[in-house]
């Protein structure tokens, strides 16, 4: 079984730039989660998906930030402009609706913003 | 609103020893899972282990065994004969069962397996 996919790996922009990053979750998967990790601290959920709705996007910052998961399957992550407080590994993430609902993480993209 | 607690920001083990990584918790709902995931140097989060509130038993998975004493409100890791490949960053989380399942995580705990 394919595990989540995230492209791109690595970014580097300067502030006031814009930047996208995608999401592949695992088949099946209704459930997508984006987390922003800052260096030195824990994942901090910036929005969740059920199918194609979202679920909390409480911590998202919508001045900048946008997200969709338009046909229920991948998304995309948007920031326009970034700041340097951006920079961080943006974790993607994804979970079926039986068992546990343990979230298998993707490998994340690390941005840096200069 | 939950909060998790994890205090020891360092931790040096030797190989083969066993070691107890921290984990306190707070909320008011009586229904959550605990999870502990760990961190690579590659950035992947890598699910280890899983407790329900309403667990009898401490859950264990191979070397992995989660102490979990509710009325303390600690659920922390305990991992035997540690390897070398255990050096990694590892999160406590919580997630409430009801509603939005966001896991809400602590700051981490870099272990770190000497020879």
């Known amino acids: 079984e394919a595990g989540v996919a995230q492209s791109p790996r690595y970014k580097i922009i300067e502030k006031r730039q814009s930047v996208a990053f995608w999401c592949n979750p695992i088949s099946g998967h209704a459930t997508l989660y984006w987390y922003q990790q800052i260096l030195g601290q824990g994942p901090k959920l910036l929005i969740q998906f059920q199918n194609n709705g979202v679920v909390d996007d409480s911590q998202l910052p919508k001045d900048r930030f946008s997200a969709e998961r338009l046909k229920g399957v991948d998304s995309t992550l948007k920031i326009q402009p970034a700041k340097l407080e951006d920079s961080a590994v943006y974790l993607c993430?994804?979970?079926?609706?039986?068992?546990?609902?343990?979230?298998?993480f993707g490998p994340g993209t690390r941005l840096t913003v200069l | 609103a939950q909060k998790i607690t994890q205090t020891q920001p360092g931790m040096f083990v030797q190989e083969k020893e066993a070691v107890t990584l921290d984990c306190t918790y707070d909320t008011s709902d009586p229904s959550y899972g605990l999870f502990w995931y760990k961190q690579p140097s590659s950035g992947e989060m890598i699910f280890l282990i899983y407790q329900g509130s309403y667990d009898q038993q401490n859950a264990t998975e191979g070397r992995y065994s989660l102490n979990f004493q509710k009325a303390r409100k600690s659920a922390n890791l305990v991992i035997s004969a540690s390897q070398l490949g255990d050096s990694a960053m590892y999160f406590c989380a919580m997630r409430y069962v009801l509603g939005a399942q966001k896991l809400v995580f602590g700051q981490g705990t870099r272990l770190t397996i000497n020879p």
């Open positions: 993430a994804s979970s079926s609706v039986r068992g546990l609902n343990e979230q298998f």
